[in-house]
């Protein structure tokens, strides 16, 4: 394996980090030209998330958590405009809504210091927990490159080799992985983040959007009657709704960690293949969706998000995932839409932009002076030493190694058990539908033995639904190690 420019890869499942729990460094070039190739993939479409549906409405803060984070956008009292964008990931534009695919759940806060865009999914945890193998899951997962048709034989074929997803696969192919509509599902930031306060104090929180309408999903023999009746359900649900005044809700919780209780975790708690298990959480806020844009292009289409667009007092994480996606959801938006895309009308910030930034395609500043540097004796962009970044200690060395508390397989089980009966035949008939496809046997059997590693009843049910030799399901299953 070589990179583009033929230079031999050392390693390509782990981004190079300082030390075993430090932000990944920019001087990994394999990591950065794998992003870097896989944001350009696709013209003007987007690579992932291309089916989407977008609306405006207001965040309204119910609770005072200055003691975590001086964001005022947590503010009492005030009122955040927002935009939201709902999706679905592999499939085009276009394409039918009722997939077996997360949906995207992307807000932009249009704040009083700046847009903070909180861009997640509706399930709270992923497939993969290091950003360097992100494009291969993306490939794997979408239409082959040869026939143009998703292929289950292809992303099993990475799944196999990936265990780190079997939680996240437990919950796609159950009914929560199926939403009946936008407004019926939930929304999480899944990455940790990292809130700071006046002080420079810092807490470790995971977001999440509750629906107020409730959760309702579709269940296995019912997607085909959806898809037949309306393959847009969910756009003219949510847009049909609002129009009608009946305007969806979710409240934000988090749930918060101090920087000491990371450890205290059987994995690693920056892990984004894992949930928080019994850390309460706390409701901060709730969003309200009140208006369907006048122009799908104009707000949905170029609407463009980032992880990296955080005001002070909401920062990153170390975790690896999200450390990747820093830089390539920017970098993917500057490539589809031009250097000047936080000037489009639906990114624009709600405060004037002051800096030295200029020119570029389609540029609209309206710049004036030959003062575009800084340092300047005549300078009117100005720092401000309040919102420094927080410190971050580091140790050991730059290293390319995987997170030593994996825990692949321990939080599928749970989730496995926590289904009721329904929910769990479900779940065996939606993953042994898509497992039955897959022709390759070894790739089969590595994925049924995941399942029964996670949970013995699970695999031992998938194995009998995809006429499996349970015998060889189980030893499998007893050479992993979790």
Known sequence: ??????????????????????????????????????????????????????????????????????????????????????????????????????????????????????VGNNLPIFFIRDAIKFPDFVHANKPSAVTGVQDANLAFDFFAHSPESTAMLTRLYSNEGMPDNYRHMDGFGVHAFKMVNAQGQVHYVKFHWKSQQGLHSLRPHEVSASLAADWNHYTNDLYGNIKSGNHPKWDLYIQVLNPEDLVKFDFNALDDTKIWPDVPERKIGTMTLNRVPDNYFESTEESAFAPSRMVPGIEASEDRMLQGRLFAYADTQIYRLGANYLSIPVNKPAVPVNNGDQDGAMSISGRKGDINFEPSSRATALEDHSVKLVRTPLSGTTQQQAIKKTRNFVQAGEYYRSLSAQDKSDLIVALSADLNHVTDEANKYTMLSHFYKADADYGTRLAKATHADLGRVKSGAEQLVD
């Open 1 to 118: 394996m070589t990179s583009d420019a033929g230079i031999p890869v050392g390693d390509n499942q782990n981004s190079q980090t300082a030390g075993p729990d430090g932000p990944t460094l920019l001087q990994d070039s394999r990591l950065i030209e794998k992003l870097q190739r896989f944001n350009r993939e696709r013209i003007p479409e987007r690579v992932v998330h291309a089916r989407g549906t977008g609306a405006f409405g207001v965040f309204e803060p119910s609770a005072d958590i200055s003691a975590l984070s001086k964001a005022k956008v947590f503010t009492p009292g005030t009122s955040t405009p927002v935009f939201v964008r709902f999706s679905t990931v592999m499939n085009y534009r276009g394409s039918p809504e009722q997939a077996r695919d997360p949906r995207g759940f992307a807000t932009k806060f249009y704040t009083q210091e700046g847009n903070w865009d909180l």
